[in-house]
């Protein structure tokens, strides 16, 4: 039995059906995304959505959705669903459902009548191509089955309208056809493992909607074009192939490029392994680049979300040389000291102050998990030094180390933090001047640069930085310490002083080098375990603190009005475990491991076998934004090794 599966009475109640989506991607940064039933709900979705380095390197949905439809003496039984507006949904397939797994591939089972007919999709590992295998396993009269494409061609930030540019001309090719609805598009290619009829009948279907943009206060009806249909008999007990590419395929070799691909997956057959399988969607390959997904479907590489994430999508698991090639990748991006938040490129905006000081916390990481720092000082110590130097001097955003050896940060409009929301133009936690986690990743890779210029026997940058180094605990405590409350303010800025009770202070208790006493970071993680911990991670902000907002929802203003005011983030959760873990040795792994175990119930609830974006703040802590989130993965892999290693350990 598969370790993810859907009844029958689950897929037919489309409120149950609807919210719960299926992501697969190429090593490309291709994708294939749907609802469990295979109804889009968003503009994001579709069959195949692939990069256009010709138009503007972002993705674009090519294939929308694709009808098959059964016919048994004349009769019509149409399997997809599709919304329209108002409350119209039609055809309504989803009703001959009869259950949905997901080992070893998805495979969605229909019964219609005296039919048992299944269809099973996979995306190829290695570039943009969908896959999917039919099988007629049952049936009693001969069967002819129709497919019919709906085609979008367009970013997946935009929506399709009808239009007469649309070329709707096409070539044969071997058991299908290829066309493009644009030019300076690639070519989609529909091809079947055997020779079709296809009938050219080019019309647009109107007024497609899409719930999930109509409910984040976004345009959500679209257009899309239909070409034409394929039609071909099907026995009992065959199976066809359908390819969906930007390439041409052989027909005669897509049951071998099929079973090659399914040899390749990592089974969702565990907790455990649904998040290994997640861990390779967000890592992708082009030509030898290496670059790291934010999240699915929306984010693209962010600088920030590398570092952080690449301990757990790659490292944990041995993949120390693929860690290191995405690192290595976006070393030619710096900018002076900082590297780009987002975009790449003439689009990359750096804005970050944390990080630089995240790609130290990468480096360390990378010891750790390698066994040895040797080399990375040789290799990465004039980067280090360039980051270090442009901080004590300044560089964009004022960020600057004053002469307390603090890391100032911000100025007006421009958020500078991880809390980087903003609302018509203006940042919705602006923290300008000294925040918690700037000034602890500071201190951290301080310290992690003395020590391996120490062992490299670089007496100069030893003697110029020490002293620096030496100082900075005193001031940090402080500047930073709330005696009153047992907590570390959020930031400081002249006389001012934010006591709100966040999770930015967590990171003071977690990273290898820190500049608070056990004692005190006992009594930080106590008062973020009573006010900001949730089954699902930390808090952005304590229900407490009158800003709170409980739930994310409602449009985008209202979204971002939560975003960082009490929504949960799971990747928070991996540094609470490490710090509660550097106290508490064996006797808190029964906590963590429970905390850790307790997302094994999201594998079926928004994201099929991931981890989403955010989460209420509120009970019962419902899952928000992306369906696949990058540091939200990462960190339960390395909360896991944690629990292992201490485990293993003596005390």
Not at 62 to 69: K, V
Not at 168 to 181: C, D
Not at 319 to 337: F, H, S, T, V, W
Request: hydrophobic share 35%; glycine share 8%.
């Amino acid at each position: 039995m598969s370790y993810i599966t859907f009844e029958k009475k689950q897929l037919v109640n489309l409120e149950y059906s609807l919210p719960i989506e299926l992501l697969r991607t190429s090593r490309e940064g291709a994708y294939a995304s749907s609802t469990i039933i295979n109804c889009n709900t968003r503009k994001y979705h579709g069959m195949l959505v692939v990069p256009q380095p010709a138009l503007d390197n972002g993705n674009h949905v090519l294939l929308s959705s694709l009808d098959e439809t059964l016919i048994q003496h004349n009769t019509e039984f149409n399997l997809s669903i599709r919304k329209y507006q108002g409350e119209t949904f039609a055809p309504k397939g989803h009703k001959y459902l009869r259950d949905f797994t997901t080992e070893p591939i998805p495979m969605h089972t229909y019964v219609v009548g005296g039919m048992v007919f299944t269809k099973e999709m996979l995306f190829s590992h290695k570039d943009g191509r969908t896959i999917i295998k039919y099988t007629l396993v049952d049936a009693h009269s001969p069967t002819i089955i129709r497919f019919r494409p709906f085609l979008a061609f367009r970013n997946i930030h935009a929506l399709s309208k009808a239009n007469y540019d649309v070329d709707t001309s096409y070539e044969e090719i071997p058991n299908g056809i290829k066309l493009r609805m644009y030019r300076g598009y690639s070519f989609l290619h529909l091809q079947f493992s055997k020779e079709p009829e296809y009938v050219h009948v080019p019309d647009w279907y109107y007024n497609i909607e899409y719930i999930r943009e109509k409910a984040r206060g976004y345009d959500y009806l679209e257009d899309l074009y239909v070409p034409g249909y394929f039609e071909m008999p099907i026995a009992k007990g065959e199976s066809i192939y359908l390819s969906a590419g930007t390439d041409p395929v052989n027909p005669a070799m897509l049951k071998k490029l099929y079973n090659n691909e399914i040899s390749r997956r990592v089974p969702r057959d565990s907790f455990e392994h649904c998040l290994l399988n997640a861990a390779q969607q967000f890592i992708i390959r082009q030509g030898k680049k290496v670059e790291v997904i934010a999240g699915y479907p929306w984010f693209g590489r962010w600088g920030r979300d590398t570092f952080i994430s690449l301990p757990g999508l790659a490292m944990v698991a041995g993949e120390l040389k693929l860690a290191k090639a995405a690192i290595d990748n976006i070393l030619p991006e710096m900018r002076g000291p900082l590297f780009p938040n987002k975009g790449i490129g003439e689009h990359a905006i750096y804005n970050s102050a944390d990080t630089p000081l995240w790609f130290f916390w990468a480096l360390q990481q990378y010891g750790i998990f390698s066994g040895s720092n040797d080399g990375i000082w040789k290799e990465y110590g004039k980067k280090m030094k360039t980051i270090l130097e442009g901080y004590r001097t300044g560089t964009y955003h004022n960020i600057k180390m004053h002469d307390n050896g603090l890391i100032f940060a911000g100025e007006a409009g421009i958020p500078v933090t991880w809390m980087d929301a903003v609302v018509e133009g203006k940042p919705v936690t602006p923290r300008i001047g000294y925040a918690v986690e700037i000034n602890a990743l500071w201190y951290n890779a301080l310290m992690f640069a003395l020590d391996l210029a120490d062992e490299a026997g670089d007496r100069t940058f030893v003697n110029a930085w020490k002293p620096i180094a030496d100082a900075f605990p005193e001031a940090f405590l402080d500047n930073f310490w709330v005696e009153s409350r047992e907590h570390l303010a959020d930031y400081t800025h002249g006389d001012y002083k934010d006591i709100s009770m966040r999770p930015n202070q967590v990171f003071a208790t977690s990273l290898p080098y820190t500049p608070l006493t056990e004692e005190i970071r006992n009594k930080v993680l106590e008062r973020i375990k009573s006010e900001l911990l949730t089954p699902r991670g930390l808090r952005s902000l304590s229900p407490k603190n009158p800003l709170y907002k409980g739930t994310y929802t409602g449009n985008q203003t209202q979204r971002d009005m939560a975003y960082h005011q009490g929504s949960v983030y799971p990747w928070l959760l991996g540094h609470f475990v490490e710090g509660y873990l550097r106290i508490h040795g064996k006797s808190g792994l029964k906590m963590v491991t429970d905390l850790y175990r307790g997302f094994e119930s999201v594998m079926n609830e928004h994201g099929v076998g991931t981890i989403s974006e955010v989460y209420d703040g509120d009970p019962p802590h419902k899952p928000g934004g992306a369906i696949s989130q990058a540091w939200n993965v990462a960190e339960l892999l390395r909360i896991n090794w944690l629990i292992r290693t201490y485990s293993k350990s003596k005390k």
